[in-house]
């Protein structure tokens, strides 16, 4: 299965800069279907998608840890501990901010 990147950058993922505000309602049951399904396809992502996704788990969890364990589940926790520590500090924290922003308005 596809990456699903549609869904993921719509649910904040950053994949280029901070997003203008603005976007509909996330759908928490679609977003949660999307994570298990990348689950299995994490060894499929390049480092930079890798590093995107982590950031965005990271901020999710960190800001808004009661709407990250309702609509994460079990995945998203697991995710994380799949992805392991980020290689590069600085960068993971400059996507965890875009995370921060793209989140911000969807919760």
């Known amino acids: ?5 549609d869904v993921l ?8 800069p901070v997003r203008p505000r603005g ?3 996330l ?13 299995p396809s994490l060894g499929d992502l ?7 996704v982590r950031a965005w788990l990271c901020a ?3 800001h808004w ?5 309702r609509t994460t589940g079990a995945c998203g926790p697991r995710l994380l501990a799949s992805l392991g520590e980020p290689s590069d500090r600085n960068r993971h924290i400059k996507l965890r ?4 922003e793209n989140l911000a308005h969807l919760f």
């Open 23 to 25: 976007v509909s309602a």
């Open 60 to 62: 999710f969890r960190h």
């Open 1 to 5: 299965m596809p990456v699903p990147w």
């Open 46 to 52: 390049s480092e930079n998608e890798r590093d995107a």
């Open 27 to 39: 759908d928490e049951r679609v977003l949660r279907e999307r994570l298990e399904d990348l689950g």
């Open 97 to 100: 901010r875009i995370a921060i």
């Open 9 to 16: 950058t719509a649910a904040g993922v950053p994949a280029g």
């Open 65 to 69: 840890p009661e709407a990250f364990a």
